[in-house]
């Protein structure tokens, strides 16, 4: 977030009356004489000649601005070049103490000179540097150090620049091509918000204890030492961190040696190896009183260890086992070894990412790395395995080989999300990754991309607020959509060789998408693979370009020909769209069968709005055709009238002979087309019939998607029960199919499409299924601390009915198990199913609770929270007006992650659909334009929705009812 000047002189002033506390105390003494004995380099002692704190007012007490190279007044905030690190030397010691959390830091930086300048520019943020300890002197000159100007040190808190300037009277200057050292002390703020170096706190047997962990992705390593905060100014590090002889501490390398504070008894230094080159995002800190559970890693040459609090030791087993294959099998697919001696996954209980690619020392989010067998439900396994995957593979892609800048921010996270599928493929295979993918990434971004405020994938960005907006679901899913359509049309070969190319040729550097395109270019050519021009011109039109285009086919029956045309595909279009100049057209791999025995392809072009094309394979004119086979293509795929009807007619006959993906393919374009005005409801509810004899889980999940989207529309409606009545008819005969209870042995899949038929069951008035559900729970606050009652997989649902069907008393119950619960995954659980009842009150309590500290709701856990009561039909506007009137509170609970809020507004706004919800919506956007730093996308992409919504109440929602009148 933004930090203005007057906020950074509080801060300051804050971290200054911390220190005055830390040198009072005997134990702060005794560090400080050690901290700044044991120095690599000249440093000044924290305190003046009087023994007071070092003050930096004159450095930054006025609040004034230095404005090096010009470089704030033009808002550009890329630090110069003048000079390049490359060592740094951190030394930190975070203090664990209630009242006196902080932090004691000391760093030296190696750089090298690349120009002659009088000053250097790094980051710094919410740290106090006492100017008497910056030192900078040429290496192999240790007599000669440069003079630091008495007024030298600035602050430019708008940039979050340290600017240190040499002094002018004795002329000294950096030389081109010579090495410095820069050195200095500093204190700063060990916070509770999420970023930086900062506390998480947790309960041991009743007490509380504290742990030290950072978080710097994307630009908060300036908020744990200063630093160049960029991720092409690489260096390599050398990490000291202070710590009781109780805890432990963990960086990017192995612990090397440890050695006693001087005169702090039981006060320990631990030193880490140094580490291979990387970028300052990637340095990781954790002090903690944990638990070590070592892996069983085969013949590997590294070791692999999880770390969690001693009472959730036994929930890290199923990680320890996943996770070393997991890296091997990355080793095997890249064909380069894992470069570091070891790697550690450790669950933080307060975090605010899901996990964190930190290299060798992972961090996450406690229900993203800890599953407890007895208490966790498969989809909980399933969100462990992929977020394991998801952060061993960025070891290589992001961490070996890292973007340039945050401009491809999407050749981190959007390779990272493909290949999160391939790991986790290898270690369960029952769960079909291969084709889960469709649903949970392609067909959900496609619902974002479609809106016109969408956004490439590759977005330039300055400031960190635009850096940390990027972070969303076109970066990562659209980002792995188009990974792997690239993989399909190249061939898995071509495309595993160009990627090892690619990262042995940049690894320990820097990257932009064009290098590896290049690699995959040459790597087609030597493999001889036919394409219509190189990668390069075919993925700039996918990720230059926002959006993605719907195909339309109309066949000509007799000649065994297609028509085929594209355009981008929109929910709505505006003035907006007529005024955007970019040409929507895209290099466009097609496929199609008639009969998922042979394949035929061809290409639209970037130039082309369409083309005739003979099929090359036997279609006759009574058989149906189908483009974009197993979806391998990021678009939408319309057809003439016949051949809608024929695939209808072959739904209803034999579904099978249509493949699983392209069943769940033909349910989400069906229905996402007619939502937007091209395909007529009645063909795309229609084809939904077929699902009451549709007995795989991927279909479903697409059907049950798009589906939903109706629902939530009509919620509020005088149609709403025959829609419900709808529902009930198809999915009636799957929940007689596959019963209540979960099944001895049954595969996970099965287990998963129980969970989504169980919960629309019981939710679209299912008698049997609430009256089980309501039942199960009663048994279980009748016995609370049986946990076989209840199986961990539908444990969401029925709580949620019985919540949504009982009273106060339930939701009590639910509240009392959430706080008992040591199971991270259990909690969240329990969490969002009490956001289900329907009493408005107890709503109204729950997002009190969200942002009192002391409720027992984890900070982390606030805005899921308030978004699941966002959910709640009841619950929206309620939601609503608590951001409204609580903005203040909001705005201090998400200081630093206020990028949450774009998932709060996003889950408020999700079903507005009336004018006036819209004209709220935008007012809210106008009043609190200044304070939506991080979320000003997320409110334009909620106010299209609710256009969108808005749109379809008016277009659509009396042709669904005319079908439901006429179907029952």
């Known amino acids: 977030m933004k930090t203005t000047s007057g906020g950074y002189v509080v801060s300051k002033c804050r971290a ?133 100007a008495s007024d030298g040190i600035h602050y430019d808190t708008d940039m979050e620049f340290l600017v240190i300037r040499l002094c002018p009277k004795h002329k000294d200057k950096l030389a081109k091509g010579a090495n410095y050292t820069l050195s200095m002390n500093y204190v700063g703020n060990l916070t509770d918000q999420l970023r930086g170096l900062y506390r998480s706190t947790y309960k041991e047997d009743g007490v509380e204890k504290y742990i030290a962990v950072s978080q710097m992705e994307p630009t908060d390593a300036r908020r744990a030492f200063p630093c160049f905060d960029e991720p092409n100014m690489k260096a390599t590090f050398t990490v000291t961190l202070g710590r009781h002889r109780d805890m432990i501490a963990l960086s990017n390398m192995p612990l090397i040696n440890t050695t006693q504070m ?143 800048w945050w401009t491809d921010l999407w050749l981190n996270e959007g390779f990272a999300s493909y290949a999160e599928y391939l790991g986790s493929q290898h270690v369960e295979p029952g769960l079909k990754w291969l084709q889960q993918f469709v649903t949970r990434d392609l067909q959900d971004v496609m619902s974002l991309d479609a809106l016109e405020s969408s956004h490439p994938i590759s977005v330039v960005v300055h400031h960190p607020n635009e850096i940390n907006e990027i972070f969303d679901r076109i970066s990562y899913g659209k980002g792995a959509t188009i990974i792997r359509m690239l993989a399909a049309f190249l061939g898995e070969k071509t495309f595993r060789q160009g990627l090892t190319n690619y990262l042995k040729s940049r690894q320990y550097g820097n990257a932009v998408q064009d290098d590896l395109w290049d690699a995959l270019t040459k790597q087609a050519k030597v493999n001889k693979v036919s394409l219509p021009t190189g990668v390069k011109q075919i993925m700039d039109t996918w990720t ?23 355009e981008r595909f929109l929910m709505q279009r505006s003035n907006a769209s007529s005024q955007d100049k970019t040409v929507y057209l895209w290099w466009v791999p097609l496929t199609y069968t008639t009969d998922f025995q042979t394949v035929g392809s061809t290409w639209l072009a970037d130039g082309q709005t369409g083309k005739k094309h003979e099929l090359s394979i036997p279609a006759d004119k009574n058989q149906w055709v189908i483009f974009n086979v197993d979806q391998m293509g990021y678009y939408r795929i319309n057809y003439d009238s016949k051949n809608w ?131 199960s729970y ?14 961990p997989n539908l444990k969401g649902t029925v709580t949620c009915t019985a919540i949504r069907e009982g009273d106060e008393v339930e939701w009590e119950f639910a509240l009392n198990r959430y706080m008992a619960s040591n199971v991270a995954s259990e909690q969240a659980v329990l969490l969002s199913s009490m956001s289900c009842s329907e009493k408005p009150w107890i709503l109204a309590k729950m997002l009190e609770m969200s942002l009192n500290s002391t409720s027992g709701i984890r900070k982390q856990d606030a805005a899921r929270v308030i978004s699941q009561v966002a959910y709640n039909s009841l619950g929206r506007y309620m939601s609503f007006n608590f951001i409204r009137d609580k903005w203040t509170e909001l705005r201090k609970v998400f200081p630093s992650t206020f990028s949450s809020m774009s998932g709060i507004i996003k889950a408020v706004a999700t079903s507005f659909n009336t004018e006036l919800e819209l004209k709220e919506l935008i007012q809210f956007r106008e009043e609190k334009s200044e304070g939506l730093s991080g979320a000003e996308r997320a409110t334009q992409q909620s106010i299209d929705r609710a256009k969108n919504n808005l749109n379809w109440m008016r277009q659509n929602y009396q042709k669904v009812v005319d079908w439901l009148q006429r179907v029952y």
């Not at 704190?53 to 090096?68: E, L, T």
């Not at 992929?386 to 952060?391: G, I």
């Not at 959006?547 to 339309?552: A, H, I, L, S």
């Open 544 to 566: 230059l370009k926002m959006g993605f285009p719907v195909v339309t086919v109309t066949r000509e029956y007799e000649n065994s020909s297609v028509s085929l045309s594209q």
């Open 645 to 775: 009807q024929m695939i209808g007619q072959q739904l209803m006959t034999n579904h099978s002979a249509i493949s699983v993906i392209n069943r769940a393919q033909i349910m989400d374009d069906s229905l996402n087309l007619a939502e937007a005005g091209l395909l007529d409801y009645e063909t795309a509810l229609n084809l939904t019939r077929y699902l009451e004899q549709e007995t795989d889980y991927v279909p479903w999940d697409a059907a049950l998607s798009s589906l939903g989207y109706i629902s939530s529309m009509m919620s509020r409606t005088s149609g709403y029960g025959l829609l419900k009545k709808h529902f009930r008819t198809i999915i009636t005969p799957l929940y007689n199919l596959v019963g209540f209870d979960q099944k001895v042995g049954e595969d996970l899949l099965m287990t998963k499409l129980r969970t989504n038929a169980v919960s629309w069951a019981c939710s679209m008035g299912n008698k049997d299924c609430i009256s089980r559900a309501v039942n």
């Open 262 to 404: 001087e005169s702090m008894e039981g006060f320990y230094w631990d030193h880490f190896a140094p580490s291979v080159p990387m970028s300052t995002y990637l340095v990781a800190f954790v002090v903690a009183n944990f638990t070590q559970v070592e892996a069983d890693v085969g013949n590997a040459t590294w070791k692999f260890n999880i770390y969690a609090r001693p009472s959730a030791r036994n929930q890290a087993q199923y990680a320890s086992e996943i996770g070393p294959k997991i890296q091997a099998f990355f080793e095997d697919y890249f064909q380069i070894p894992f470069p570091l001696p070891k790697q550690d996954m450790i669950a933080i209980p307060d975090f605010a990412a899901g996990a964190m690619e930190n290299w060798g020392l992972i961090t996450y989010r406690e229900t993203a790395l800890l599953y407890d067998e007895k208490k966790s439900s498969v989809s909980n396994k399933e969100r462990v395995c992929e977020v394991v995957a998801h952060e061993l593979a960025h070891q290589w892609f992001g961490n070996l080989v890292t973007m340039d």
């Open 16 to 148: 200054l009356l911390l220190l005055f506390a830390f040198i009072g105390s005997l134990i702060a003494v005794g560090v400080l004489v050690y901290f700044l004995a044991d120095r690599p380099y000249p440093a000044a002692a924290l305190t003046n000649g009087n023994g007071a704190a070092a003050s930096a007012s004159s450095s930054s007490g006025s609040g004034k601005k230095d404005q090096p190279h010009d470089m704030a007044s033009n808002k550009n905030v890329r630090l110069p070049r003048a000079v390049l690190p490359i060592h740094y030397d951190v030394r930190l010691f975070p203090v664990l103490e209630k009242g006196n959390f902080s932090i004691l830091g000391h760093v030296s930086i190696d750089i090298q000179c690349k120009m002659e300048t009088d000053r250097i520019v790094l980051h710094s943020a919410d740290i106090v540097v006492d100017p008497k300890s910056v030192k900078v002197f040429e290496q192999g000159k240790p007599g000669k150090t440069l003079m630091v």
């Open 778 to 791: 009663a048994q279980w606050m009748a016995d609370p601390e049986n946990i076989d009652i209840i199986s």
